[in-house]
Every structure is written in structure tokens, then in C-alpha cells.
């Protein structure tokens, strides 16, 4: 089950003494759909991306899932609605893999030490299979490749049933293979996804809308053929952006190359 998410005039800032470090931003994202965000280093992206997960209260605006502020419901009401998987991950866990993947049930249970009925097994076991997890479900995490750690938190979010899936660079670490089975995860499940991606040609590809921002400013949001535009990706990343069009895929796709280097498209 989806979630319409609305964010509205959303700013953060982390004091006085600093800057804004999220301009006011505004967007409308329909149920089912996937929004990819966009921008250089430093942008903003997991700045906007802890705003609507719950972690930073704003400083104006408000996040709004199914047209309920995420800071008027009670904090377990938020995780049973939105899941985070980011790019920070905990390696000294003495869990294994499969106790990981349950915590995700435990925004639906009564108290931390609530029982595990069956409804919750079958959760995890779907979830340990979507992502190819089952031949480490024993293992610690502590014990496993970067790449593996990661489809472990993917599994721990999907097992969590949110309505609204927030992922931070979800493809770090992963080799290509498990790059392409994320990003199919990505285009398959019933949610919906906001991922921040470095990649904008992945970006243009696996979502259905993107916000590019540039030091904590919005540039653009839309379809990606749209807002990822030559100009506005040069302006963005500071490069010369061209769109080529690849023959044997006829699809369209973006190079880049420094300023001032002597390039003549």
C-alpha cells in the first residue's frame, strides 16, 4: 500500500549560528510513485531525506503522508507509515542477518518484547527472499561485504510494510548486479519511494520524478526528460552537461566534462 506525500514550504536549518542548509521546498508526490533526488555534494539531499523520515524537525513547513503532519502523529504511528534505509550502517551488530531483517516488525507490535506471530514470520521470509538473503540469514551482520549489508537494511525496511520507502543512495557499495536487482526492487514494489541517486542517468531511468537541488535551493521537479535538462545539470554540477541519444538502446543518455578543459561539443 502507497502513500500520498506532500511537502510543503520545507526549510531546516540546524541553528543561528549556521546557515540554512534546506531552502523552503514545496513538491506534491502522487501515491505509487518514485522521486529520485538529485543534486551536487553538499546539496541538501540527506538533509531533505532525514525531514521527511522524522529524524530533523523542520524549521518551516510541514511533511504531510495521506494528508497527516508527520509531527502530529506519535512516533510509532510514523514507522508503521514511513521506513529508512541510509547509507550509514551499523557493522558491530551481534545479530544476525535475519534478527536485523525482524526488527522491521516492531513499529507493529506492542512494546519492544512483543511476541512474534506468524503474520510477522511470513513478512520476514518474503522479505529475506526479495532481496536473495536466505543463504545469510544466519550469519552476523558484523561478518558481511558492504554490499551485503545493504540489501540487509533494504530487507529490514520492507519487512517494516511502510507506505512511504526513503532511501539514501541505495546502490553504494552494491557490484552491478545487485545494483540492477535494487533498482528493479525499486520500479517493482507497491510503495511509494523517495532515493536520493548520484547517478542522473539512473535517476532518468528508475524514476517517475525528480528535485534537483543545489545548495539546499530547488532548481527543478518533474519528469527527469524535464528538470534534467543541459543547462540545468550544468548549472547544478558546475559541468558542461550534453544529451546523446545511444543507438543501439535508443535511449537518451548524459555525459559530462570540466569547464574550461578546451571541450568543444
Known amino acids: 500500500m502507497s502513500a500520498d506525500l506532500s511537502v510543503r514550504d520545507l526549510s531546516w536549518s540546524p541553528g543561528r549560528e549556521t546557515g ?8 506534491e508526490l502522487a501515491a505509487g510513485r518514485v522521486l529520485g533526488i538529485v543534486g551536487p555534494n553538499g546539496a541538501g539531499k540527506t538533509t531533505l531525506l532525514r525531514l521527511l523520515y522524522r529524524f530533523h524537525r523542520p524549521t518551516t513547513g510541514s511533511v504531510c503522508i495521506d494528508g497527516d503532519d508527520i509531527w502530529s502523529l506519535p512516533a510509532r504511528d510514523v514507522a508503521q507509515r514511513v521506513a529508512a534505509v541510509l547509507q550509514e550502517q551499523p557493522s558491530d551488530f551481534a545479530l544476525t542477518v535475519a534478527e536485523i531483517v525482524a526488527l522491521g516488525r516492531t513499529p507493529h507490535r506492542r512494546g519492544f518484547a512483543g511476541s512474534s506471530g506468524s503474520h510477522d514470520r511470513e513478512v520476514i521470509e518474503r522479505a529475506l527472499n526479495r532481496l536473495d538473503l536466505h543463504g545469510l540469514a544466519h550469519r552476523h551482520l558484523g561478518t558481511l561485504s558492504g ?43 507497491p510503495l511509494t519511494i523517495v532515493t536520493s541517486l548520484h547517478d542522473l542517468n539512473l535517476a532518468a531511468r528508475v524514476c517517475d520524478d525528480v528535485l534537483l537541488i543545489q545548495a539546499g535551493q530547488t532548481l527543478g521537479f518533474g519528469p527527469p526528460s524535464q528538470v534534467l535538462s543541459e543547462a540545468a545539470v550544468s548549472q547544478a554540477f558546475q559541468v558542461i552537461a550534453r544529451r546523446e541519444h545511444l543507438s543501439q538502446s535508443r535511449a537518451d543518455h548524459l555525459t559530462f566534462h570540466l569547464q574550461n578543459t578546451g571541450y568543444h561539443p
Open 20 to 27: 540554512t542548509l534546506l531552502h523552503r521546498t514545496s513538491f
Open 147 to 189: 554490499g551485503e549489508r545493504q540489501r540487509v537494511m533494504v530487507a529490514r525496511a520492507l519487512a517494516q510494510e511502510p507506505r512511504l520507502l526513503v532511501l539514501d543512495e541505495p546502490t553504494n557499495h552494491l557490484d552491478i548486479r545487485h545494483q540492477l536487482e535494487v533498482l528493479e526492487l525499486i520500479r517493482t514494489l
